[in-house]
């Protein structure tokens, strides 16, 4: 589910810091030996060949807007077959399909937040695992910095949204899910699409990371994740909120 970007739609992928977080993602969902995974919103499918790497069993999903449901080779991992449809909710999935979901940049995009949530709700097993990551951190300072020189921000596209900690912590219970864990996430830049970036990708992950932990600091990071278990019940998400 790529967005317009100035920088280029693949800028994640050509960034080596951006990478890295990808990188620790995979291993992060590799460690914990649950699967399979569906990798919602797959886009390049960067995050689908990390997983698969690492032993990890993954099907991807991807929306295409205006395509009917059908199975496609991913453009830069062609050995990837992905699931891709221009219905903005549906998945082609049965009901208890997975034992994981990942949101890796996807939730802050989509139309329907609430039915969206259900709908992964329904093809995750009884006691699944949702791990949200990349979600837009309303209060970022780098977001504000973005917006200020007219380059991209999160809130631009028609559909686009930002979250706080209240917002979450009243939308997943809503919809079937129990939150285990949340935090606040990059506080340095990591798309940067250069040689420079490459170069230097571990030490500015590691950098990115450790500012991560200052205590208030954080509270302006670009960034929140979410780990969440889906509890029993069926969820229709109808009730949609701004």
Not at 208 to 225: D, K, Y
Request: proline share 7%; hydrophobic share 40%; aromatic share 10%.
């Amino acid at each position: 589910m790529a967005d317009a970007n100035p920088r280029g739609v693949d800028v994640n992928i050509r960034s080596g810091p951006q990478m890295r977080e990808y990188e620790h993602i995979a291993d992060r969902i590799a460690a914990a030996h649950v699967g399979p995974v569906l990798d919602w919103g797959c886009g390049w499918g960067q995050i689908t060949d990390l997983l698969r790497q690492r032993g990890v069993e993954v099907e991807s999903f991807d929306y295409r807007e205006d395509e009917p449901p059908h199975v496609i080779s991913l453009e830069r991992f062609p050995e990837i077959t992905a699931h891709v449809s221009g219905d903005p909710v549906a998945l082609p999935f049965p009901d208890d399909h997975f034992a994981t979901v990942l949101s890796c940049g996807v939730l802050e995009h989509v139309q329907f937040p609430e039915r969206s949530l259900a709908e992964l709700h329904r093809v995750l097993d009884r006691n699944g695992r949702l791990l949200i990551y990349k979600l837009p951190n309303r209060f970022s300072y780098l977001e504000a910095i973005a917006r200020g020189l007219g380059l991209y921000y999160h809130g631009r596209l028609p559909h686009d949204r930002v979250y706080d900690q209240r917002r979450i912590f009243d939308l997943l219970p809503r919809y079937g899910f129990r939150i285990d864990s949340f935090r606040r996430t990059n506080m340095l830049p990591l798309t940067i699409g250069s040689t420079f970036a490459w170069r230097y990708s571990s030490q500015i992950w590691s950098a990115n990371r450790w500012l991560g932990g200052i205590p208030l600091a954080n509270l302006l990071a670009t960034n929140l994740e979410v780990d969440a278990t889906a509890i029993p019940g069926r969820f229709d998400g109808r009730a949609e909120t701004a």
